[in-house]
T-cell receptor, first 115, second 114 residues
Framework: AQKVTQAQTEISVVEKEDVTLDCVYE???????LFWYKQPPSGELVFLIR??????QNEISGRYSWNFQKSTSSFNFTITASQVVDSAVYFC????????????FGKGTKLSVKP | GAGVSQSPSNKVTEKGKDVELRCDPI?????LYWYRQSLGQGLEFLIY????????KSGLPSDRFSAERTGGSVSTLTIQRTQQEDSAVYLC????????????FGPGTRLTVL
């Protein structure tokens, strides 16, 4: 069975703080794909990143960085120097390597960044 | 438009009525997905269309739910004899087949069953 767990339901930080959103996944596939999506208050899901299971390099994009560790089945997301505009619900998702195309989503972490 | 569009944006219906929700994917995207987002349930997969292949219906919660995709483009999700527990935001997404999993989501249809 495939599963994504985001243990943090809600996080509140003050602007300029760094924050890490945790994601732990379960899959029996040897090839799989991991994703992060952002859902701002407007409601539309926005794709942030995709990571393949065979590429464990961490990635940085501006204030965003992702730490993929197969040994602990984790794909954590860090926002450095958070801003109010980062306030949103963040979803981690998993797609298996087979023919099934759907994403398995975690329940999301609601991040509130206060000024 | 350039993105995935869905209509209506909001739908209020009475228990027992049928509803149809529409999704227009991004032009050229061969894969189309329906998800449901409920309070406390997160995002649940419903159905997946890939090109001309038979759809993956494994996520549909009951036989009251069905979907079709005409001409490889527009999709309609139909819920028959709606129940209050069907109240949710129904999200459609599309993707290019060779960009694995990078799904582009529409704004959703908020369904309220009274």
């Amino acid at each position: 069975a495939q599963k994504v767990t985001q243990a943090q339901t809600e996080i509140s930080v003050v602007e300029k703080e760094d924050v890490t959103l945790d994601c732990v996944y379960e899959t029996r596939d040897t090839t799989y794909y991991l994703f992060w999506y952002k859902q701002p208050p407007s409601g539309e899901l926005v794709f942030l990143i995709r990571r393949n299971s065979f590429d464990e390099q961490n990635e940085i994009s501006g204030r965003y960085s992702w730490n993929f560790q197969k040994s602990t089945s984790s794909f954590n997301f860090t926002i450095t120097a958070s801003q109010v505009v980062d306030s949103a619900v963040y979803f981690c998702a998993l797609r298996g390597g087979g023919s099934q195309g759907n994403l398995i989503f975690g329940k999301g972490t609601k991040l509130s960044v206060k000024p | 438009g350039a993105g995935v569009s869905q209509s209506p944006s909001n739908k209020v219906t009475e228990k027992g009525k049928d509803v149809e929700l529409r999704c227009d994917p991004i032009s050229g995207h061969t894969a189309l997905y329906w998800y449901r987002q409920s309070l406390g349930q997160g995002l649940e997969f419903l159905i997946y269309f890939q090109g001309n292949s038979a759809p993956d219906k494994s996520g549909l919660p009951s036989d009251r739910f069905s979907a079709e995709r005409t001409g490889g483009s527009v999709s309609t999700l139909t819920i028959q004899r709606t129940q209050q527990e069907d109240s949710a935001v129904y999200l459609c997404a599309s993707s290019i087949l060779d960009r694995v999993g990078e799904q582009f989501f529409g704004p959703g249809t908020r369904l309220t069953v009274l």
